[in-house]
């Protein structure tokens, strides 16, 4: 079982998490009762329908102005909508279960979008990389196919976001080049003191 997830059970301080217990005793009972703990995770992490009166759909799921807008622009008036909790620990230590939500053209076609409205196209990874929500000093705990309805499938834990590596690549160069600016510099600089010690001679 994830650490962050063994955590998660015992904080009886979890921004966006339904009351399960003033204790962590009380908390790892309710879970108990509720079933295994890979079944309470992915239970906790599944996709959850916002449409009306269907199956297996979630009860007040809210899009604000922002996310319908994004659901819209992607797949239009006849978007299917799914609404995802990852888990996440910020660098702070405080602990969230973040909502997301997944917008589904009728083929299948699938964006994850995110609280501000930004739309996510390629997965995890493009999330990771482009949020304006997370650090990388946070941690998250989500699917690794995080668009998948209602999303079986591995598990995994991960920072919240990642630096690009073209930024380290160009700074490596700048680096490399400041270096060999300066040992140019200091070769000139010697080479014109032999230069002129040799005149002076």
């Known amino acids: 079982m994830s650490e962050l997830f063994r955590e998660y059970m015992e904080s009886t301080d979890v921004e966006g998490d339904v009351f399960r217990g003033a204790t962590s005793e009380d908390r790892l009972a309710q879970f108990a009762a509720e079933g ?5 995770l992915a239970e906790m992490l599944a996709a959850y329908s916002c449409g009306d009166g269907l199956e297996g759909a979630r009860i007040g799921c809210e899009l604000d102005g922002a996310v319908s807008k ?6 239009g008036p006849a978007a299917e909508v799914y609404e995802r909790d990852i888990l996440v620990k910020h660098g702070s230590g405080q602990l969230e279960l973040m909502t997301l939500w997944v917008a589904r053209k009728p083929d299948g076609a699938s964006e994850l979008v995110d609280s501000e409205g930004n739309r996510y196209s390629a997965g995890l990874d493009d999330f990771r990389q482009h949020n304006e929500l997370l650090g990388a000093d946070d941690q998250i705990l989500a699917p690794r196919n ?3 309805v209602p999303g079986e499938g591995e598990i995994v834990a991960v920072s919240g976001h990642m630096t690009p590596r073209w930024v380290w690549i160009v700074g490596g160069i700048g680096i490399v080049v400041v270096v060999g600016g300066a040992a140019f510099l200091l070769l000139r600089l010697r080479r014109d003191r032999a230069f002129s010690k040799s005149l002076g001679d």
């Not at 295994?36 to 309470?40: E, G, K, M, N, Y």
């Open 70 to 75: 994004a659901v819209e622009d992607f797949a």
């Open 36 to 40: 295994s703990p890979s079944q309470v």
């Open 146 to 148: 995080i668009t998948a």
